[in-house]
C-alpha cells in the first residue's frame, strides 16, 4: 500500500512529570523501534477521546491513575510500515507509583537528560515542543543598544523564554555586538536567543539559533546550522513548509494568521486554514501575524505551539 493511501494510526503519548522529572519506559524486543525509549501510551480505541485513551493505558501498562492532560503537539509521522499521529498529551496529576506492568523497564529522567537519550524518530518534535515555551517575542523598534537591552529586559520579566533579534536596519557586526551584549541577560533568565541572520553570523556569537526568514529557506539543500543549534523557519505557505522541513527545521513560524499592521498587503490566513496546515507539520509551530496574549490559548487550541509577535511583548 503506498504512505499516501495507508490508514493513520492515533496514538495517545503521555509526558506524565513530576517536578523537573519526565516518566519513560523501554520499548520491549517484540515491539517495533525496540530498545527505544518513549513516552508511555498506545493506540487510541475507535470513538476513544485522548485522555481516556492516556489514562486508559496508563492503569494497563504502568499501574497508575492520571488525571488532568493538556495537549502539547501532534505530530503525524511515516514509518516504513506504518503512517501514525501522536497526539502528545502532558499531565502532572497522578496516583501511585509507575512500574512495567508488562515487563518493560520504567524510570524517571530529568528533562535536561531527554536529548541524550534514544527515542524513536517521530519524538524529535516532542523534545522541541518541551523545550521551547509558548511565547516567542521578536525584537522591535529600538532606540539604541542600551534602549534594547532595556526593553528586551521587558520581555524577559515577562518570562518569555524564547527571543528573536531582528534588527532590519543595523549591519552584521551591528547585530553581533548586540546580541553578545545581551546573551548573558537572556541566559539567565534560562531563555534562548535566535538571531534573524545567516548560520555565519550564529556562529560567531553564543547566540542559540537562527531564525530564517522564508525567502532564504530556498539557499538551502541541508540544514545550514549543527544539530546543538536551533533552526526557525518563517513560512507563508504549504511550499515554504515542506522545504523548511526538508533543511531540517527544528520549529516553523507560520504567518499571517490574522491580520497584521507589519504586512498589511498579505491575506491573512485564518485560524482554521491554520490549524489545517499545522496538522500536517512535525514540529512545533508558532502563530504569528495579529498575535496577543489574550489569543495563546486560541491559538493552542488550533494546534500551535504557541504565539510570535513584536508589539505584544516588545515594549
Ligand atoms: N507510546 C508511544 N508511541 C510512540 C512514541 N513515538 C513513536 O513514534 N511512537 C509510535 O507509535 C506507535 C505506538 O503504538 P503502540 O504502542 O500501540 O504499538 P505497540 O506497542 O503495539 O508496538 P508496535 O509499534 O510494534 O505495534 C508505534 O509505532 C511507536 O513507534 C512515543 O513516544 N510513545
Given at each position: 500500500?503506498?504512505e499516501k493511501s495507508?490508514?493513520?494510526?492515533?496514538?495517545?503519548v503521555?509526558i506524565?512529570r513530576c517536578?523537573?522529572?519526565?516518566?519513560?519506559s523501554?520499548?520491549?524486543?517484540?515491539?517495533s523501534?525496540?530498545?527505544?525509549?518513549?513516552?508511555?501510551?498506545g493506540?487510541v480505541?475507535?470513538g476513544?477521546?485522548i485522555?481516556?485513551a492516556?489514562?486508559?493505558?496508563?492503569i494497563e501498562e504502568?499501574g497508575?491513575?492520571?488525571?488532568?492532560?493538556?495537549?502539547?503537539?501532534?505530530i503525524?509521522?511515516?514509518?516504513?510500515?506504518?503512517?501514525?499521529?501522536?497526539?502528545?498529551?502532558q499531565?502532572?496529576?497522578?496516583v501511585?507509583t509507575?512500574?512495567?506492568?508488562e515487563?518493560?523497564?520504567?524510570r524517571w529522567f530529568?528533562q535536561?537528560?531527554?536529548?541524550?537519550i534514544?527515542?524513536?524518530?517521530a519524538?524529535k518534535?516532542?523534545?522541541?515542543a518541551?523545550?521551547?515555551?509558548?511565547?516567542y517575542a521578536?525584537?522591535?523598534?529600538?532606540?539604541?543598544?542600551?534602549?534594547?537591552s532595556?526593553?528586551?529586559?521587558n520581555?524577559l520579566?515577562?518570562g518569555v523564554?524564547?527571543?528573536?533579534?531582528?534588527?532590519?536596519?543595523l549591519d552584521?557586526?551591528?547585530?553581533?555586538?548586540?546580541?553578545q551584549?545581551n546573551?548573558g541577560?537572556?541566559?539567565?533568565?534560562g531563555a534562548?536567543?535566535?538571531?534573524n541572520?545567516?548560520?555565519?553570523?550564529?556562529?560567531?556569537?553564543q547566540?542559540?539559533?537562527?531564525q530564517?526568514?522564508?525567502?532564504?529557506?530556498f539557499?538551502y539543500?541541508?540544514?545550514p546550522?549543527?544539530?546543538?543549534k536551533l533552526l526557525?523557519?518563517?513560512?507563508?505557505?504549504?511550499e515554504?513548509?515542506d522545504?523548511?522541513?526538508?533543511?531540517?527545521?527544528?520549529?516553523?513560524?507560520?504567518s499571517?494568521v490574522l491580520?497584521t499592521q507589519t504586512?498589511?498587503?498579505?491575506?491573512?490566513l485564518?485560524?482554521?486554514?491554520?490549524r489545517e496546515?499545522v496538522a500536517?507539520?512535525?514540529?512545533?509551530?508558532?502563530?504569528?501575524?495579529?498575535?496577543?496574549?489574550?489569543l495563546l490559548?486560541?491559538a493552542?487550541?488550533h494546534?500551535?505551539?504557541?504565539?510570535?509577535?513584536?508589539?505584544?511583548f516588545w515594549r
Amino acid at each position: 500500500m503506498s504512505e499516501k493511501s495507508r490508514p493513520v494510526l492515533d496514538i495517545a503519548v503521555g509526558i506524565l512529570r513530576c517536578e523537573n522529572e519526565i516518566c519513560l519506559s523501554l520499548r520491549q524486543k517484540h515491539q517495533s523501534h525496540a530498545d527505544h525509549w518513549e513516552f508511555p501510551g498506545g493506540k487510541v480505541e475507535q470513538g476513544e477521546l485522548i485522555d481516556t485513551a492516556l489514562k486508559r493505558e496508563f492503569i494497563e501498562e504502568l499501574g497508575v491513575q492520571t488525571d488532568n492532560w493538556q495537549p502539547l503537539i501532534t505530530i503525524p509521522w511515516e514509518y516504513e510500515k506504518v503512517s501514525v499521529r501522536l497526539h502528545v498529551y502532558q499531565s502532572y496529576d497522578f496516583v501511585g507509583t509507575p512500574y512495567g506492568k508488562e515487563g518493560q523497564r520504567v524510570r524517571w529522567f530529568d528533562q535536561s537528560e531527554l536529548q541524550g537519550i534514544t527515542f524513536p524518530d517521530a519524538n524529535k518534535g516532542i523534545l522541541t515542543a518541551l523545550e521551547l515555551g509558548d511565547k516567542y517575542a521578536i525584537s522591535g523598534k529600538f532606540a539604541n543598544a542600551e534602549d534594547f537591552s532595556a526593553k528586551l529586559n521587558n520581555v524577559l520579566n515577562d518570562g518569555v523564554k524564547l527571543i528573536q533579534l531582528r534588527a532590519k536596519g543595523l549591519d552584521v557586526a551591528e547585530v553581533r555586538k548586540l546580541a553578545q551584549e545581551n546573551i548573558g541577560a537572556v541566559h539567565k533568565a534560562g531563555a534562548k536567543l535566535m538571531l534573524n541572520g545567516t548560520p555565519e553570523l550564529l556562529a560567531q556569537t553564543q547566540a542559540d539559533g537562527i531564525q530564517l526568514a522564508s525567502n532564504q529557506l530556498f539557499a538551502y539543500d541541508t540544514r545550514p546550522v549543527a544539530k546543538d543549534k536551533l533552526l526557525g523557519a518563517s513560512t507563508h505557505n504549504p511550499e515554504e513548509i515542506d522545504q523548511a522541513l526538508k533543511i531540517g527545521a527544528d520549529f516553523i513560524l507560520l504567518s499571517p494568521v490574522l491580520p497584521t499592521q507589519t504586512h498589511p498587503d498579505m491575506e491573512a490566513l485564518g485560524l482554521d486554514a491554520f490549524r489545517e496546515l499545522v496538522a500536517e507539520i512535525p514540529v512545533p509551530v508558532f502563530a504569528l501575524g495579529g498575535m496577543k496574549t489574550e489569543l495563546l490559548n486560541e491559538a493552542k487550541n488550533h494546534g500551535a505551539q504557541g504565539i510570535a509577535a513584536i508589539s505584544a511583548f516588545w515594549r
